[in-house]
């Protein structure tokens, strides 16, 4: 079985662009969450999407937002990017919502803002 | 607020020793309690998840355990090998529906 997948890997933009980023879940799994890795502040949790709804968000800017499609695809956006934005940037994927079941990790989208 | 806390921050080990690793959170009320390997510029791998009604739970060499009334979560790793070295991350789910991530401990095996 195909593990999470997310495009790109590596992402060079400039202060005050956009970008979009990919996640694609393990097949059958229907939540989507995403979460921001920089070294000062380590993992901190964006948001989960769930039957195309976000089920919950955390404490981040509305420059960041996301969607979730029929297929339970994924794709996350950054607006007017700060310096401060660079980051791996991770999906976790779960059967269903409420965290009671496994997450499981891609291997993230580095995003380096200049 | 859940917190998590992860100590040490780094340990270095020769090959072959068995070495345990802490995770201490501030909320009992926890769903369950999962184990993350992260290699260097990568994306987490899953090692164990432990329901709140478990006590501990095992995958080959590695051991975790659950006391929640306690608020802690130990890793233990059996015959450590170079190839162990990774950093280590513990995160709770609950209510707050969403992983609370401990800092992580970064472990170094020494062939």
């Known amino acids: 079985k195909a593990g999470v997948t997310q495009t790109p890997r590596y992402l060079i933009k400039t202060r005050g662009q956009q970008v979009t980023l990919s996640c694609s879940p393990i097949?059958?799994?229907?939540?989507v969450s995403w979460y921001q890795q920089t070294p000062g502040q380590g993992l901190q949790f964006l948001f989960e999407?769930?039957?195309?709804?976000?089920?919950n968000k955390g404490n981040f800017p509305g420059r960041f937002s996301g969607r979730q499609f029929s297929n339970s695809r994924s794709e996350m956006n950054v607006s007017t990017l700060e310096l401060g934005d660079s980051a791996l940037y991770l999906c976790?994927?779960?059967?269903?919502?409420?965290?009671?079941?496994?997450?499981?990790f891609g291997p993230g989208t580095r995003l380096t803002v200049t | 607020k859940q917190e998590v806390t992860q100590i040490p921050a780094a340990l270095s080990v020769p090959e072959g020793e068995n070495l345990v690793l802490n995770c201490s959170f501030t909320?009992?009320?926890?769903?369950?309690l999962q184990w993350f390997r992260q290699d260097p510029g990568k994306g987490l791998t899953s090692l164990l998840l432990?329901?709140?009604?478990?006590r501990e739970q095992t995958s080959g060499r590695l051991n975790a355990s659950l006391d929640k009334s306690s608020g802690r979560s130990t890793l233990y790793i059996a015959a450590s090998q170079p190839g162990d070295s990774a950093t280590y991350l513990c995160?709770?789910?609950?209510?707050?529906?969403?992983?609370?991530f401990g800092s992580g401990t970064q472990l170094t095996v020494l062939p």
């Open positions: 432990i329901q709140s009604s478990q």
């Open positions: 995160a709770s789910s609950g209510s707050a529906r969403q992983l609370t």
């Open positions: 909320d009992s009320a926890i769903y369950n």
């Open positions: 097949s059958g799994h229907r939540s």
């Open positions: 976790a994927s779960s059967l269903t919502s409420g965290y009671t079941y496994e997450q499981y």
């Open positions: 999407y769930f039957s195309e709804t976000q089920r």
